[in-house]
């Protein structure tokens, strides 16, 4: 038996026990460095996945279930009703720390389920205890997304084309998640099957997630990147080198619109104009069955200077304004497939979603 993917780095750990540290490879400063940001406070956490030192939808949502640990271990609570109440406080300010991405809130209301069950079923046990299942429950989410992205790359692979090339843009790999990514995770699985494209990568303005992150991380797993500028994917396409389009996701609405990095819609415009298949990886839960349709995913604004500074050097005249959202919505009836952990959902995408997760 082979033995399965393994990412050659780990994009979150935590360290030691209940007042453990949460270690980030710190994404701002790659490809440049490679060094671990340890967060100790949940302002910590915010920070990180305010400034992006940690993201992608799956990366955030375990750093904020090792932030409530973190909140417990600020706390010091006395008794089980004061810890309920620490983590209450830490999620509503984990919570705010960035609005797209479902999987922040997702795994926020997993470790709050999971701390009143405990104390309903164990109203007289020690703090500690309680403490000790809420540090594995944080484990557990960090464990099965390992697992989640090992299924979604044997559920995606076949998708890909034999010698041709594949347009991602953003990363979905595993500096987004805690194993091999989902949109690159099904690429590395493609390739250890024996399958030969190339992987054209967006570089991905405002913050180059395209070329700073994607670009070192194909490169780690032993897959030579092609990088492009985000304007030059219509003319590839055009010349036929592109055979699929692979993106992640942020937030999937119950009818299948997609919310991803900011560009991904563009790419599917185009990608239907050339009768391309454009295909979306995301675990389930990046489904948020709550909202009927992507006009009511809130869309991340971030910093204009971002849009007119280049890694910090201004390149826009001082009067220039800037405007920046960070992701888009793709709606559903350009989506060829999303990829999950449960199997592939094909179009009609609502029918689909309703079908594989209608009792989520
Ligand atoms: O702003 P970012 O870098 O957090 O945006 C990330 C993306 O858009 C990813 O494509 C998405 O979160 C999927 S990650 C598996």
């Not at 089980?80 to 830490?90: F, G, K, R, S």
């Not at 084309?161 to 989902?182: M, R, S």
């Not at 990568?201 to 994607?214: K, M």
């Not at 009511?296 to 390149?315: M, T």
Request: glycine fraction near 8%.
């Amino acid at each position: 038996m082979t033995e399965p993917l393994q990412p050659p780095f780990h994009t979150i750990q935590w360290d030691g026990g209940l007042d453990g540290t949460l270690l980030l490879l710190d994404q701002r400063k790659l490809p440049a460095e490679v060094r671990f940001l340890p967060c100790r406070t949940v302002e910590d956490v915010m920070e990180a996945i305010r400034t992006l030192a940690v993201r992608g939808a799956p990366a955030i949502g375990i750093a904020a279930a090792f932030g409530i640990c973190i909140g417990l271990s600020q706390a010091k609570p006395a008794s089980i009703p004061q810890a309920l109440t620490a983590i209450e406080d830490a999620a509503v300010r984990l919570a705010s720390s960035r609005p797209t991405a479902v999987n922040l809130f997702w795994a926020l209301e997993r470790m709050e389920k999971a701390a009143r069950r405990f104390a309903e079923q164990n109203p007289t046990s020690d703090v500690r205890d309680f403490r000790r299942h809420l540090l594995q429950e944080a484990r557990s989410i960090l464990q099965e997304d390992i697992e989640t992205c090992r299924a979604i790359g044997e559920h995606g692979w076949t998708l890909i084309p034999d010698g041709g090339g594949v347009l991602t843009h953003c990363n979905a790999g595993a500096l987004a998640t805690a194993g091999i990514g989902t949109a690159l995770g099904i690429l590395y699985t493609a390739r250890r099957y024996g399958k030969e494209f190339t992987v054209y990568v967006d570089e991905t303005r405002p913050l180059l997630q395209g070329a700073r992150l994607t670009a070192w991380e194909l490169s780690q797993f032993g897959i030579r990147p092609t990088l492009i500028c985000d304007n030059m994917a219509a003319s590839l396409m055009k010349a036929g080198k592109i055979s699929a389009v692979l993106v992640g996701a942020d937030r999937i609405a119950a009818n299948g619109d997609t919310a991803n990095k900011i560009g991904t819609l563009g790419l599917s415009i185009l990608a239907a104009h050339f009768q391309i298949p454009f295909y979306v990886a995301a675990p389930t839960s990046t489904f948020d069955l709550s909202i009927p349709s992507g006009q009511f995913i809130p869309i991340e604004h971030r910093s204009p200077d971002e849009v007119c500074s280049f890694r910090n050097l201004r390149i826009a005249p001082p009067d220039a304004e800037g405007y920046n959202p960070a992701f888009d919505v793709t709606d559903a009836e350009r989506i060829s497939a999303v990829i999950t952990e449960k199997g592939i959902l094909r179009p009609p995408l609502e029918k689909a979603i309703r079908q594989m997760l209608g009792t989520k």
